[in-house]
């Protein structure tokens, strides 16, 4: 059946001498594999356009049990920016493996609207590292391991709240603490803006780099202990910013 999707290129790999396969996350249908015929050619008129992270509408030959077979696509939003920059390039390849992850689990249209909103947001110049942390937030609650931010985890109470546990992920009120490590009230607000804000809406970042790299860090020790995803772009991307 011939069908035309929105969707994003999240992995490609090579077929043949000549073809690639690609999972493309689409809104509609979620994850679908395509086979991409002949486009590595330097005729195709395709070779630009079957590449990790093409958003465009993707004109398909759509099969639901096998590999549907890619036909033309039309570029949405060609990222020019991200392109152009090997650290935005890293922040979203490593974006797109965490989506290619998290949907495997589990789809809901609202993961492709929030990652599409996030592309563009770091295309546009916002701090990639804050917007990339909002993105990784918010993908919490579709691994089942969101945070609790609305009030005390022990005892519900939403007054007093003093720090955050990384362990337990939640929040913790002064009653109920015991030894757990003291974020600074700014880290713990901004977590629950972070998981909160409506990626489209944000028109401006005012986050200091130290809070915002203290944000990553307790991101980071969360998603170690709880998602049990190794990914070799987030290695990469350390690497890189960390030089
Ligand atoms: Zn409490």
């Known amino acids: ?20 396969i690609l999972n493309i996350l689409t809104r509609e249908y979620g994850l679908i594999g395509v086979m991409a015929k002949n486009v590595k050619s330097l005729k195709s008129p395709l070779r630009t356009k079957t590449t990790k992270f093409t958003y465009g509408l993707f004109y398909l030959d759509y099969y639901e049990q096998k590999l549907s077979k890619l036909t033309d696509v039309d570029i949405i939003e060609p990222f020019k920016n991200v392109r152009q920059d090997i650290i935005l390039l890293s922040y979203v390849s490593y974006i797109c493996e965490l989506t290619y992850q998290v949907v495997k689990q589990n789809y809901n249209y609202t993961i492709f609207d929030d990652f599409i909103a996030t592309l563009k947001k770091i295309d546009e110049g916002f701090n990639p590292l804050v917007m990339t942390n909002i993105l990784e937030i918010k993908y919490l609650d579709y691994q089942g391991i969101g945070l609790n931010l609305d009030c005390c985890l022990r005892c519900g109470s939403t007054k007093n709240i003093i720090t955050i546990d990384p362990d337990e992920g939640g929040y913790i009120c002064q009653n ?13 607000k901004l977590l629950r803006m ?7 809406s ?18 980071n020790r969360y998603y170690d202990r709880y998602a049990g995803l190794y990914l070799n772009s987030k290695k990469f991307l350390q690497e890189l910013v960390k030089n």
């Open 1 to 20: 059946m011939l069908k035309k999707v929105e969707g994003i290129i999240l992995t490609e790999t090579p077929s043949g001498d000549s073809s690639r």
């Open 176 to 188: 109920c603490y015991t030894n757990e490590p003291i974020y600074n009230a700014k880290i713990v």
């Open 194 to 200: 972070y998981y909160y804000i409506k990626i489209n």
């Open 202 to 219: 944000i028109t401006s970042l005012d986050i200091k780099p130290d809070i915002a790299s203290m944000i990553n860090e307790f991101i």
